[in-house]
Every structure is written in structure tokens, then in C-alpha cells.
């Protein structure tokens, strides 16, 4: 089954930007999502990217998906301290037949000094 | 449109009590499905619940177990609670099993002791 991998810590000055990476083993996602949590709270999507294409960009957020190397990245343009949080990369897994469930990596804890 | 709650925020049981989380799903949405978060792990695929119907499971044993109601509200139970079902526990709502935009509650989070 699917498998993701993330960096577990980033640490980053506010203005600059920050890249989150995440490696999957399992090329059968349609979409590959990034998610945020904030401490003490549940999941938010940020972005997605459909599976055939190599890049995505919403506002600040920038999606690169290498599907050759099985490698997606969000890169954070002028990161700022509200940008600190959890960041998961997820895959599209397959468990009897569901679709739609999501398979995550272990999270990117982003740090973002003043 | 209301977002996708969760009920209780937190609990706190003892080992071998059973337990039982509430869901209620995004406005319109149809498709239900739980996880559960460790502390410093990702959230992992418990059960999805769609139109009723459990649709699909994740590696978790049979004292997890669910229900879907009519509205589409969602109720995970666990019997026989162990330490290590001490975890934040998500629900997350889409419309027609679509993974795309699952919106995430806020959790409840479970400590046994």
C-alpha cells in the first residue's frame, strides 16, 4: 500500500520562503493534497494537485509533483509566523474498496521566527 | 453551510471502557469517514461510511466500529478501550466518496488511562 515520508522539522525566518518535501511509493493517487494543523486543532486542505500535472500555484503556495521520482513539494512564498503549523502531505489510498481515504506522512512541523 | 463538528472535544476513560464519538457531516455531505492521530503521527484511516453503508475499513480491529445515521451524521465506537487508543480522533466529510475537499472536524481527543 501507500507509503508517505516527510521531513519531520523546518525552520524558517519570516519573509523567506519554505519547502516542505514528501516522497510516496504508490503512483495510483488521482490527487495528492497538502493539509495544515494548527496545535490543538483538526486538519485543514490547503491545496491539491491532480496527479497528471507538475505544478500547481495558489496565491503563495506552489505545488511541484515529480511523478518520475515520486516526489511533491509546497513551497511557501514570504512565510510568515502565522504560516507555523503541521503540514501533511497525503495520497489517495485503497482500503476495501473505499475511495477517497486518505494515507498521510508524519507531518512537517514548520517553525517561522520573527 | 456548517462546518463538520465533533462531539465531545475531550474524554477521558479508563482501560476496557467503551467509547462513543459524534460526527456531524458538512452540510450536503453524504460520505463520512473517521481517523485516527497518535500524538506525532499523521492521521491514519480508521472506517468511511457512505450513504449508511460502511465502505471501506482500514487496519483497525472490530472493537472500532461505526455508524451512519439518515442526516448522514456519523458515530464511532470503540470497545475494550486500550492505552494506546489514547489519540485525537477526526472526522472528515465529501460528497460521494470523492476525496477531493474533505473537510476535517476539529477532533476529539481521547485519553485512557
Known amino acids: 500500500g501507500e507509503d508517505v515520508e516527510q521531513s519531520l522539522f523546518l525552520s524558517v525566518r519570516e519573509g523567506d520562503s519554505s519547502v516542505i518535501n514528501c516522497t510516496y511509493t504508490?503512483?495510483?493517487?488521482?490527487?495528492l493534497y497538502w493539509y495544515k494543523q494548527e496545535p490543538g486543532a483538526g486538519l485543514q486542505l490547503l491545496t491539491y494537485?491532480?496527479?497528471?500535472?507538475d505544478m500547481k500555484q495558489d496565491q503563495r503556495l506552489t505545488v511541484l509533483l515529480n511523478k518520475k521520482d515520486k516526489h511533491l513539494s509546497l513551497r511557501i512564498a514570504d512565510t510568515q509566523t502565522g504560516d507555523s503549523a503541521i503540514y501533511f502531505c497525503?495520497?489517495?489510498?485503497?482500503?476495501?474498496?473505499?475511495?477517497?481515504?486518505?494515507?498521510f506522512g508524519k507531518g512537517t512541523k514548520l517553525s517561522v521566527k520573527p | 453551510e456548517t462546518g463538520v463538528t465533533q462531539s465531545p472535544t475531550h474524554l477521558i476513560k479508563t482501560r476496557g471502557q467503551q467509547v462513543t464519538l459524534r460526527c456531524s457531516s458538512q452540510?450536503?455531505?453524504?460520505?463520512v469517514s473517521w481517523y485516527q492521530q497518535a500524538l506525532g503521527q499523521g492521521p491514519q484511516f480508521i472506517f468511511q461510511?457512505?450513504?449508511?453503508?460502511?465502505?471501506g475499513r482500514g487496519n483497525f480491529p472490530p472493537r472500532f466500529s461505526g455508524l451512519q445515521f439518515p442526516n448522514y451524521s456519523s458515530e464511532l465506537n470503540v470497545n475494550a478501550l486500550e492505552l494506546d487508543d489514547s489519540a485525537l480522533y477526526l472526522c472528515?466529510?465529501?460528497?460521494?466518496?470523492?476525496?477531493?475537499?474533505?473537510?476535517f472536524g476539529p477532533g476529539t481527543r481521547l485519553t485512557v488511562t
Open positions: 472528515a466529510s465529501s460528497l460521494e466518496l470523492a476525496g477531493l475537499e474533505q473537510y
Open positions: 504508490d503512483s495510483s493517487s488521482t490527487y
Open positions: 494537485i491532480f496527479s497528471n500535472m
Open positions: 497525503a495520497g489517495e489510498g485503497d482500503y476495501g474498496g473505499s475511495q477517497g481515504n486518505l494515507i
Open positions: 452540510s450536503g455531505h453524504n460520505t
Open positions: 461510511y457512505y450513504r449508511e453503508e460502511e465502505n
